[in-house]
Structure formats: C-alpha cells, structure tokens
C-alpha cells in the first residue's frame, strides 16, 4: 500500500533556528496538508497546498512558516525561526482529489531546546 | 470555521463491554466523518469514515452513525479488546480536498 513518507523522524534544534521537515506525498495525490500535534493535544490543521500554491492556511500558519513543493515529489515544511512552542509532532499528508481517504506521514517529531 | 467537539475525554471499560465516543460538528457543510485511531508516538489511523449521505456504517466491531440534523456523529466499539486501547480523534471535512478538523480526542482503556 502507497504510504506518505517523512524525514526525519525526530529533530532536535536550538531556539531560533531554521528547520525544514520533509514528506513524500503518494505520487498521483494533488492536494498536501500540514498538521501539527502538541503532546497529548488534539491534531491541527497548519496549511493546504494544491496546484503548487496554498489553498488554506491556519491561524498558527504565520509568517514564519512557508511550504514549498521544490521538485515535483518533495513537500516541505520551513519553520524560519523556531520557538519553544513549535516543539510537536508535525504529520504530512495527502489526498487524491476525488476521494475522502486522508493518508497520514509517520510524523516528525520537533524538539525546540 | 468548523469546530468539532468530543466526548467523553477518558473512558474506561471492562474487556468485552462496548464504547461509545460522541462527537459534535458546527459546519453544516461538513459531508466527510472519519475516525482515526493513535497509538503513543504514531500516527493517526482511519478506522471508519462515514458521508454525509449515509446514516451508518459497519466493519466488524467497529460502527459510525451520523445524526446530520442534529450535527452529532458516534463511534461504537463493540467487545472490546485490551489491543483497542489507544486514544480516538474524530474528524470533519467538506471533502474535495478541504482540511480535516479534528475533536480533542478520547483516550480508551480497556481493561482486562
């Protein structure tokens, strides 16, 4: 089965510091998502990509987030200058535009020290 | 915007009761409901999904129903098992590759 997937699986940054999380979305989706969970929190929508641009973005989504879809395969989520509070697990998924099945990353887990 | 609630937030049963974990929508546009099941560091998992155009929906011991009038959706485990133990989100979507809004999960324990 076609999984979505995403590296690494745990990061550990300084405050401050730029990250970029990775995912691999299922080769015939179109649409791409971020969200993110704080530990023992609910999962929250962070952005939506589709046709190489943002379709949807949460109130969490600032400007020091920004995705990108460089190369046709990879999507990416930047974080410009993290804060302690970006400390989560961010799940990527994807979807095909005429289906409901969600398909979830395995999830990055950022730790900001 | 969508606001999904859920209840209860713990629950405890005994091996072989059944669970029920109820949830609320606001947007009456919402026509997508799945359930997703998490697991300590992982990532959610779809268990079962219901459209706005059916009023239940079965696999195995595992059951959704929808109330579209009344904006509520359950989830039914039936016989549970220690394995059933995890926490559950439920979900609401417009579908068509709008974003999932998800409740504030249900941890469930099973107890043998």
């Known amino acids: 089965e076609p999984e979505v997937t995403q ?9 401050g510091q730029e990250v970029i999380l990775r995912c691999v979305p299922i080769s015939n989706h179109l649409y791409f998502y971020w969200y993110r969970q704080i530990l023992g929190q609910k999962v929250e929508f962070l952005v939506s990509f ?4 943002i379709s949807e973005k949460s109130e969490i989504f600032d400007d020091q987030f920004s995705v990108e879809r460089p190369d046709g395969s990879n999507f990416t989520l ?16 994807s979807i095909q535009t005429w289906s409901y099945g969600y398909t979830f990353g395995s999830g990055t887990r950022l730790t900001v020290v | 915007g969508e606001n999904v609630e859920q209840h209860p937030s713990t629950l ?10 109820k949830c609320t929508y606001s947007d009456s546009a919402s026509n997508y409901f799945p359930w997703y099941k998490q697991e300590l560091g992982k990532r959610p998992q779809l268990i079962i999904d219901i459209r706005s155009n059916v009023g239940e929906k079965k696999d195995q011991r595992i ?19 220690p394995e059933d133990s995890a926490v559950y989100f439920c979900a609401a979507s417009k579908g ?12 469930l324990k099973v107890e043998l």
């Open chain 1, 78 to 93: 930047k974080i410009r200058s993290t804060k302690l509070e970006d400390s989560a697990m961010y799940f990527c998924a």
């Open chain 2, 12 to 21: 405890s049963v005994q091996e072989g009761d059944s669970a029920v974990i």
């Open chain 2, 63 to 81: 059951a959704v129903t929808l109330n579209k009038t009344a904006k509520h959706f359950s989830l039914h485990i039936t016989e549970t098992q």
């Open chain 1, 50 to 53: 589709y046709n190489n641009e």
């Open chain 2, 96 to 107: 068509g590759g709008n974003k999932l809004t998800f409740g504030t999960g249900t941890q």
């Open chain 1, 7 to 15: 590296t690494p699986s745990h990061q550990v940054t300084q405050m």
